[in-house]
């Protein structure tokens, strides 16, 4: 079975500060990985996602993630956070359940929030 | 352009009551999924289906069934609601095993 940790379930960090979330995954085959915010009483909206390629990738509102294969990580991180990033993240593991049927897995997600 | 819709966005229900919440995509994507919702529990999938006529128990499936007889809706069935089962519920849908997911806006159903 597939899963995914997300080692902080709340990150209070100051407007402008950086910030990095972790997410470490545990799979036998090859996945694919998106990072997911929500915002108080709304669903779920993707920020970026990795499937092959640079391990460096670039998402919506100035986010960005590092695939790191070795250490089964997929962290996401903000140079400069503003009081609008106030929200849930939640990394997803897209993985094959078997017979090409992909299952879409959740942390328990880390609650950021921006200090003005 | 509608995305995904849950239907209904709020119920309660006492337990033992039955009731269906309805997913509904606009967007052709061949695969749904039901997750619930808890505090410090994430997003927790139910069932999912990968097709028209297709569904799979995920890692909650217990009280619960799921029905696709169209592609564009999956339907959640409680058929004896309990009060383990208050929760916030979330369809999604994407295009395969490696695109985005699109998500409703959830339903909240609370059981009395």
């Known amino acids: 079975a597939q899963s995914v940790t997300q080692l902080d379930s709340q990150v209070p960090v100051f407007e402008e500060a950086p910030v990095e979330l972790r997410c470490n995954y545990s799979s036998s085959v090859s996945v694919y990985l998106f990072w997911y915010v929500q915002y108080p009483n709304q669903g779920l909206q993707l920020l970026l996602k990795?499937?092959?390629?640079?391990?460096l990738v670039k998402g919506i509102n100035g986010f960005e993630a590092e695939f790191n294969k070795s250490q089964t990580s997929f962290h996401l991180r903000k140079p400069s956070v503003h009081i609008s990033d106030t929200a849930e993240y939640f990394c997803a593991v897209s993985h094959n359940s078997g017979a090409g049927s992909y299952q879409l897995t959740f942390g328990k997600g880390t609650k950021l929030s921006v200090i003005p | 352009n509608a995305g995904v819709t849950q239907t209904p966005k709020f119920r309660v229900l006492k337990t033992g009551q039955s009731m269906t919440l309805l997913c509904a995509q606009d967007m052709n994507h061949e695969y749904m999924y039901w997750y619930r919702q808890d505090p410090g529990m994430g997003l927790r999938l139910i069932h999912y289906s990968v097709g028209e006529g297709t569904t799979a128990k995920g890692e909650v499936p217990d009280g619960y069934n799921v029905s696709r007889l169209k592609k564009q809706n999956f339907l959640l069935g409680l058929e004896s609601a309990a009060p383990s089962q208050t929760s916030v519920y979330f369809c999604a849908s994407r295009t395969g095993g490696g695109t985005e997911a699109f998500f409703g806006q959830g339903t909240r159903l609370t059981v009395v």
């Open positions: 990795y499937l092959s390629g640079s391990t």
